[in-house]
């Protein structure tokens, strides 16, 4: 199979700009692919308002499942099912305690917390 590329017209405004970094292919080309998988692992662990609230939660105070199914208002394996995203995610960690796993936020999952109070997004009704 033949693949033909279609042609596209880049606006003159920007043409100089595209040039100057080595053409559309090379910027492309030199997209930070592994930062992108990172980011959008994170935003697909933060897609869920339940895990936002437990961030919040945690950002806090240390908390274990009891707790943060009282927060979050659900069931114990729904809100475990939250931590092991936010595990995974790297945005909180566990240490066991007893009978207990006590949960707090990573040092990842703080600098996020810092950056949502930081950056409040202008919001448009």
């Not at 199914?69 to 066991?96: A, D, N, Q, T, W």
Request: glycine share 6%; aromatic share 8%; with cysteine.
């Amino acid at each position: 199979m033949v693949r033909l590329k279609r042609r596209f017209v880049i606006p003159e405004e920007i043409r100089v700009e595209v040039e100057e970094k080595g053409g559309f292919e090379q910027i492309v080309q030199g997209l930070p692919r592994d930062e992108m998988r990172v980011v959008t692992k994170v935003i697909d662990t933060l897609s869920d308002p339940q895990r936002v609230k437990i961030l919040y939660a945690l950002a806090r105070q240390r908390m274990c499942v009891c707790m943060l199914r009282r927060v979050i208002g659900s069931s114990y394996p729904r809100c475990s099912y939250h931590l092991s995203k936010l595990k995974r995610g790297g945005l909180v960690r566990s240490e066991r305690l007893g009978n207990y796993f006590i949960y707090s936020l990573t040092p990842f999952g703080k600098s996020i917390v810092k950056h949502f109070r930081k950056y409040r997004p202008e919001v448009r009704t």
